[in-house]
C-alpha cells in the first residue's frame, strides 16, 4: 500500500488524480476526507483570488506553465493555493488518522 500511495501521489501531482483516488484514498477512507478538504481550500483561495489560465489543462505542476503568462502575481496566487491545498489535506489526514486496510484471509 506504501508503494502504491508513493507512485499514485507523484502522478497525483502531475494532474492525474484518479490512481490516488481509487487505489488509496477510497480504499482507506480518511485520506479522501483530507483530499477533499484540502481540495476545497486551495480552491478557494485561487477562487477569491481569480487566478486566471490561458488554456485549459492538468492541475498540480502541469498548470504552472498556463497560470504564468497572465502574470506574476497570478503565478504566485497559484502556488499559494497549490500549497495550501497540499498542507491541508497532510494536516486533516494526519489529524484524521489513517485506519489500515482490512485483509481478506485466504
Same mark, same amino acid.
Given at each position: 500500500?506504501?508503494?502504491?500511495?508513493?507512485?499514485?501521489? !507523484?502522478?497525483?501531482?502531475?494532474?492525474?488524480?484518479?490512481?490516488?483516488?481509487?487505489?488509496? @484514498?477510497?480504499?482507506? &477512507?480518511?485520506?479522501? #476526507?483530507? $483530499?477533499?478538504?484540502? &481540495?476545497?481550500? %486551495?480552491?478557494?483561495?485561487? $477562487?477569491? =483570488?481569480? *487566478?486566471?489560465? @490561458?488554456?485549459?489543462?492538468? +492541475?498540480? !505542476?502541469?498548470?504552472?506553465?498556463?497560470?504564468?503568462?497572465? &502574470? =506574476?502575481? @497570478?503565478?504566485? =496566487?497559484?502556488?499559494?493555493?497549490? #500549497?495550501?491545498? +497540499? &498542507?491541508?489535506?497532510?494536516?486533516?489526514?494526519? *489529524?484524521? %488518522? *489513517?485506519?489500515?486496510? =482490512?485483509?481478506?484471509?485466504?
Amino acid at each position: 500500500m506504501k508503494k502504491l500511495a508513493l507512485t499514485a501521489s !507523484i502522478t497525483a501531482f502531475l494532474g492525474i488524480t484518479e490512481p490516488i483516488a481509487f487505489g488509496v @484514498n477510497l480504499k482507506l &477512507g480518511r485520506p479522501f #476526507l483530507g $483530499a477533499a478538504a484540502g &481540495g476545497a481550500a %486551495g480552491g478557494a483561495y485561487v $477562487a477569491f =483570488h481569480e *487566478v486566471v489560465a @490561458n488554456s485549459f489543462g492538468l +492541475t498540480g !505542476i502541469p498548470m504552472i506553465a498556463f497560470s504564468v503568462p497572465p &502574470g =506574476h502575481i @497570478n503565478f504566485i =496566487h497559484y502556488m499559494i493555493g497549490l #500549497l495550501l491545498a +497540499t &498542507g491541508t489535506a497532510f494536516t486533516v489526514t494526519w *489529524v484524521l %488518522g *489513517v485506519d489500515k486496510p =482490512h485483509r481478506q484471509k485466504q
